[in-house]
């Protein structure tokens, strides 16, 4: 399915739209460029939850948890994730096979790790379409 937006309002409404739908046990991959609004989607996806909470992308604790939402929501960053095995240290199978909702940034950089029903959310910018223009492809999101 492919979403076009032309704000950060409306890539955070796609957001919130993914988190109202989200359901225990969701994984949701975030890949695109730097800046493209892939932690404008995570605010999305908890604001969808119920999370009031400030979200920001956890790029240096890799990880951060809320739990204030109808379902618990593991917010992961691994850009700098030099090795999936670090991944496994941290105990990301808790998180990917909870009853939570986990949203992995740069998700690309531990592919092999991502179980297959993940929702794929794939965001690029078109400059010549606006400076706020996202394409935003999203993969395998039934009932989304």
Wanted: proline share 4%.
């Amino acid at each position: 399915m492919l979403t076009e937006t032309n704000s950060d309002k409306e890539t955070l409404e796609f957001g919130k739209k993914l988190g109202e739908n989200a359901v225990p046990g969701m994984i949701i991959c975030l890949d695109g460029d730097l800046g493209t609004g892939k932690t404008v989607i995570a605010k999305g996806i908890a604001l969808g939850l119920g999370i009031t909470e400030p979200v920001s992308s956890p790029t240096f604790t890799v990880v951060k948890e809320y739990h204030e939402g109808r379902l618990p929501l593991y917010h992961f960053d691994v850009y700098r994730i030099e090795d999936p095995a670090e991944m496994e240290e941290i105990g990301y199978e808790e998180y990917f096979f909870g009853n939570g909702v986990t949203v992995v940034e740069w998700a690309d950089m531990i592919n092999e790790l991502i179980p297959a029903d993940a929702v794929r959310v794939r965001l690029k910018k078109d400059v010549s379409k606006g400076f706020d223009y996202r394409s935003i492809q999203t993969e395998k999101c039934d009932g989304i």
